[in-house]
């Protein structure tokens, strides 16, 4: 049973030592394959034995003469684990296989090849760690090895400034973490996962490390108001590694918060639940709201990836509200629904950001202003970039419908609750879903219109050519995955039933033994879905209508003047754009963006064309982050001045902390 540890740890070596190697053969040009390829092959095998793992039920440990001295570096392969290497090596062998392609434009890559085989290593150990150093400094390396693939193009202004904040916010998520795990181990400083999980922990010292856990794992995940760095980060990095960072370490990030809350901790209080409900709604229509703003198709999906981090804690605080209400089987449901959703997010998400990475590598733009019409240019891509549409817009047969879909389920288990306080809060939350799962339509409704439908609005579009046959297989697969687990989601619900049966001690019933590949959350008199038929009668239908309107449509020739599709000018102008899609919602949640319009005339006698402007502004970063770091600004000025003292000055400053420190010990003695 350890094979099931120490291979996944043997696959984290290759990848640490091609990172190395790419370190001297980055250069070269044959090294884009060597380490794509490497990694492609090593997530392969690494998602072969997560899935066996998984399947197994088996806890193989491992303990490595690294780390503390005391307690080793531990690693552990649970249910949960498992999963969640699924996760990473699915999405780091998708990413390598559309790397091969998308690398061979990069226009540096020795400034991402050796990162990239340590991010996916950072990643994997992360979800292995079975204690909490070792977890702490696989962390810090995910974040450092992803940082620097932000910092690649160094020489952009925009660039430089998102990975400065990124590795801010990263180093106080870090922070957090640490002081999270320091309550955990308490006074005996046993930092092993197993002493902690079998400690009794203080109902104070439990609420403590909640909260620092959502500020550690939902500062690295997304969830607002410590969201600033995605639209930041992720559009700055490459298309692949944006896939990554947005469509599996946000998942990571996820992990962490489940591991400790669910698995290490006592139960928490109630309000637990209403916390996170609270966040995890205002995040994913806080996230959804700023993707509908967006045209740059990267940081729209940035922040749509908010969005979707939202549900899942959403979701997770369904799951600690039954299970504090002694609903076993409504907290499997609802973390059934968190888990699924993970796993669909990664699956839709890398497959958006291939496809914004294709766009931009054909047409060299990500502002949807300048694209239009590459429906005829880039076939393939726009038929893979609609699946992801369709599967994050929650509509069926993909799968982001059957995630959403056991949320309102559980949601809709919330007046079985002891409490009045849940039972008036959960259904709030329930509209807040619903509006983001609304908003979320019209957005890639907008994101896949205006980029790929109408007419080219810019140069760039119209020369634009289909993507390689690397990407558009990366794509390819993802597509079908996407299709697949929305056919067949009982497959991935009973899969996930020994991770939930390990968190909450309940699972959902078993689905596969349903007759026609139906799902039924609780009883089929209340409520079931079946993906399959649905695709089935969506497929029919549309092959009857296209039958009858090709044999009963007359055949005679009909003359009359063109239809123009509402453009009657042969101009790109008179189409819909971007900002003119969003206008009507921009104006309805004016107040959440501070936005304002106005028309720019010229003056009299002035043949310069009128001009609209739409102003908008990002209220967490105006009242929050821009404040602090004034303040911060203010005092490092201040003490800036302490580097130009006299010898004489700084000998009595160190005098004066000296005599600080001993009468602080004699006082504390």
Not at 88 to 106: F, I, P, Q, R
Not at 148 to 177: N, P
Not at 219 to 248: C, E, Q
Not at 346 to 373: P, Q, Y
Request: overall charge neutral; aromatic content about 10%.
């Amino acid at each position: 049973m350890q094979a099931m540890v120490i291979l996944p740890l043997a696959l984290v070596a290759i990848l640490l030592a091609t990172a190395a190697a790419a370190v001297a053969v980055a250069r070269s040009a044959w090294a884009t394959r060597l380490v794509y390829g490497t990694t492609g092959v090593v997530s392969v095998v690494g998602l072969a034995t997560a899935i066996t793992a998984l399947a197994s039920g088996a806890t193989p440990t491992v303990v490595l003469p690294l780390g503390l001295p005391w307690i080793g570096a531990s690693f552990r392969i649970d249910a949960l684990s498992a999963f969640f290497l699924v996760v990473v090596n699915l999405g780091g062998a998708a990413a390598s296989l559309y790397a091969l392609g998308y690398g061979s434009h990069e226009e540096a890559p020795h400034r991402v090849l050796p990162f990239y085989p340590a991010f996916l290593a950072g990643m994997s150990l992360v979800v292995m760690a079975d204690d909490a150093f070792t977890f702490l400094l696989s962390w810090e390396f995910m974040s450092l090895a992803s940082w620097a693939m932000v910092l690649k193009d160094h020489r952009q202004s925009d660039h430089t400034e998102a990975a400065y904040v990124y590795l801010v916010m990263a180093s106080f998520g870090t922070m957090t973490l640490l002081l999270a795990f320091g309550l955990l181990a308490g006074p005996a400083g046993d930092y092993g996962f197993a002493a902690i999980r079998a400690a009794q922990h203080a109902p104070f010292v439990t609420a403590l490390v909640l909260v620092l856990m959502l500020l550690g794992a939902g500062s690295k995940a997304g969830l607002a108001p410590l969201h600033v760095w995605l639209p930041l980060a992720h559009p700055a990095a490459p298309s692949h590694v944006s896939a990554l960072m947005s469509g599996v370490m946000t998942k990571v990030a996820v992990y962490g918060f489940v591991r400790v809350v669910f698995d290490l901790l006592d139960e928490p209080a109630w309000w637990s639940s209403a916390l996170l409900l609270f966040l995890g709604c205002c995040t994913a229509v806080l996230g959804i709201l700023h993707a509908l703003m967006e045209t740059d198709l990267k940081r729209l999906l940035a922040y749509s990836t908010i969005e979707n981090i939202g549900v899942v804690f959403a979701s997770l605080g369904l799951a600690l509200a039954f299970r504090a209400g002694a609903m076993d089987w409504a907290a499997a449901l609802a973390l059934t629904a968190a888990l699924f959703h993970v796993l669909n997010h990664s699956l839709f998400k890398s497959l958006l950001f291939f496809g914004a990475g294709a766009v931009l590598v054909s047409t060299g733009a990500r502002d949807m202003e300048r694209l239009g019409g590459l429906i005829h240019r880039m076939p393939a891509t726009s038929l893979v970039f609609l699946v992801g549409c369709a599967a994050i817009s929650a509509l069926p047969p993909f799968n982001g419908f059957v995630s959403e879909w056991l949320v309102f389920q559980a949601i809709l288990q919330s007046p079985a609750l002891p409490g009045w306080g849940l039972k008036i809060i959960i259904p709030a939350a329930g509209g807040l879903l619903a509006l983001a799962a609304a908003l979320a339509a019209a957005c890639f409704v907008r994101a896949f219109g205006v980029t790929f439908l109408g007419r080219p609005r810019a140069v760039e579009a119209e020369q634009a050519r289909e993507a390689d046959r690397f990407s558009l297989a990366a794509m390819a697969v993802l597509a079908l995955l996407c299709l697949l687990t929305g056919l067949l989601p009982g497959v991935v619900i009973d899969g996930l039933a020994p991770v939930v049966r390990l968190l909450v001690g309940g699972t959902m019933p078993v689905q596969t033994s349903e007759p026609w590949l139906s799902i039924v959350p609780i009883a089929e008199s209340r409520s079931s879905y079946n993906g399959l038929l649905v695709f089935l009668f969506i497929a029919i239908s549309a092959s009857l209508a296209v039958l009858l309107i090709h044999r009963f449509a007359s055949h005679e020739i009909r003359r009359g003047p063109a239809w123009d599709c509402g453009f009657p000018e042969p101009s790109p102008t008179t189409q819909y754009t971007a900002g003119s899609f969003a206008q009507p919602i921009r104006r309805v949640f004016a107040t959440v963006f501070r936005a304002r319009e106005r028309v720019e005339m010229p003056s009299p006698g002035d043949t310069a064309p009128a001009r609209f402007v739409v102003e908008m502004h990002d209220l967490i970063w105006d009242r929050l982050y821009a404040p602090v770091a004034g303040g911060i600004d203010f005092v490092a000025g201040r003490l800036n001045r302490l580097q130009f003292l006299t010898i004489r000055r700084y000998l009595s400053l160190v005098f004066l902390a000296l005599v600080t420190l001993l009468l602080v010990l004699a006082l504390w003695t």
